[in-house]
């Protein structure tokens, strides 16, 4: 996993020019109705484990958003949905969402966890292959990729090498397509289906350097390319205990590939919570939300409700501790610009924005992010709660990605509560927030 | 794994009366058309990428059957077909043979993987979870299992488990079944289809003890029994690479309960190739063709020809290794038998047949067991070459299972040749065997 300061080089390097202002939901001429009272705070929430689990509405959600809008509608205050969630495009989410909260909800509140996708310009052009359920095919365009290739287009090319499933099999002797372009890049959107010939074909993908068909004289390694998205292992649906997630198929991944070569799986790029780019993303919407209703305070602290330990308050905690250590260096350098009396010594190139979107997205006004653990998804305290008071909360087994450090001060929340009824409710009262018109 | 003196407590301590004398295919009418050369050495071939590559014969397999056999059909030797596949009863995997060969095969002369679970009778009339693809039912009962459950079977009665294929997911709300009994052991017989309901239901099973339908209070561990057949990573069908066998579904499992437990997945016993209790079956198969032949040579030398080092070699190694134990070791009981004057002196209970298949089982007649690599199938030459002629052909990564240590000796084949026509030809010049009448 890498951070920003890896992505704004590795922008610069591919030229980027991408322009990351969305068409948000909140136009200037709902100022007219702001509320009186200007908030300097925004609330990012998860969704799967505490708006809704599987399909079914969680009942606090409503509740807590109707304490968040005002009589037409709107927002008091900036509020994104940040999901790991990938299988869809964000109008169907929001659509979704609507339905669930019964407040209308815009698809600039939605951040899934490809969104920084439309960053990474410099496979766009590239022919790669994209593993996911849903509309992969639309949702890799929407972000940018020309050339995407699904596994089943490969599997259709290279029928022989899917064999696990008898039944699928081919029937007739088959020769392999011998013109086909080479895979230049792997990106996993999310779960698939049928996990044996996913499996198989990207590790065929990345044992060959991106030419299946081909028996390989010796293992291409480093590999080509590897992205992922949502590296959440499990999720909390209908079911009493947790559901399998994007992350147990990396797990998969990982260890096949680790076994058959003795190498380890390298990603050029994992985004989702609890990746510190998601967070920046998502505050630079809640900035833009702000700003479309002409609230001049700025936003200083963030508040993320969710319920999972690994993604959703791992990752606040990162984003809060990185939003500290930007505090004080912009503190730092503010005093070294006094001391020497001039702007220009104290700024290196690397701290230069590389077009408008970076600079805007790297413009954090927040100088804390809080996390709220909630009960109503896959955090069990009962579970959870260890048998020896001194060990800490943290001490269970780590199921954060294998490619972040476990650091017990991460996974512990700023604030448990029961549901997202109460966080709101906690939200307003440390905030004295009175979300009076 | 565990070995023959492990199984034999076993099966003592479940008070079984096994008769493990099966329906040979040679029966003595025959002897009447005996060669005159007594062989005292008998075959073991695997099938794929021996005699087979996927549904492709191999073609020097028909030229070395050709000279294994006499006029009448009759084999001159004692040949038996040792494959960790498992997908099929073994008179399927006769018939093919036949027709692939143009020699007849019976069924007795199949050795299949989950051979050997027919001596766990202690599960037999138990309710156990079955995994794999094909008649897995037919042959679970075959076996002996009187209670089988299919992980389609488990999915039904708990619909909210399997999650990952959205469009499986239930369409309406559903609850799951309150009494299906505990589920008291799980059976892997090869690699299943669409992996993730497989690995999801799995997984779930050993959590909760047997109960998928309850969230535990707290992981159940040690985990009810888990008993696998065939560990085979990969094998070699008409693709130029080699394609994913069970033992990559088993990484996977073995991976994602230790990510979600932080424990050691543990088996209750692996079956198949390399594990000894195959070969242990497999020469007891030998010595009864030789018998139905009336040939009264005893059978010294085994010859195991495949194309895996990891599977073919590595359980032929450790097969010579044992009988060569066993033999210093009968030689030690034999002088110390001299030395007492006394037989009873020096016989341990548990050096005490059982019953009657395990006596014979156990009685091995052979000294030695030598292994043959054939370079038709997963075997690459070229690829196991070192660039380093210092390095030996063993140090490439371990394809093995993680339960068996690598044993730089035991990869090491007693002989490599083209093909499998060439192995018989090497075999009948080391015996000096001449097969005419």
Known sequence: MRGLQWLRRMVRAAGSKARMVPNHGFCRAAADNQPSAQPTFGLLFDIDGVLVRGKMPIPSAKKAFQK???????????????????NCLRQKKADQLTHVLGVPISQEQIMMSHSPLRMFKQYHDKHVLVSGQGPVLDIAKHLGFSHPVTIDVLREQFPLLDMVDHSRRPKIPLSPAVDFPKIEAVVLFGEPVRWETNLQLMVDVLLTGGYPGKAPRQ??????????????????????????????????????YKKITGKDLKYEALMGKPSDVTYHYAEYLIRTQATARDWKKPIQTLYAVGDNLMTDIYGANLYNQYLQEESSRKGSKARMQAAAGTRAAAVSQEDEPINAWEGELSATSATSCRSILVCTGIYDPRLEVPSNPSDCITETVFHGHRDFRFDPALVEPGHVVEDVDAAVDLVFQLETFSPKE
Chains 1, 2 share one sequence.
Do not use: K
Not at 79 to 84: A, E, K, Q, S
């Open 68 to 86: 968040l809008v005002n009589p037409l509608g709107q927002f008091l205050v900036p509020v994104v949905f940040v999901t790991n969630a990938g």
């Open 219 to 256: 293992i291409s390694y480093p590999h080509i390319p590897l992205l992922a998205c949502n590296m959440d292992l499990m999720w909390m649906a209908e079911a009493q205990s947790p559901r399998f997630g994007h992350g147990i198929f990396m797990v998969c991944l990982e260890n096949i």
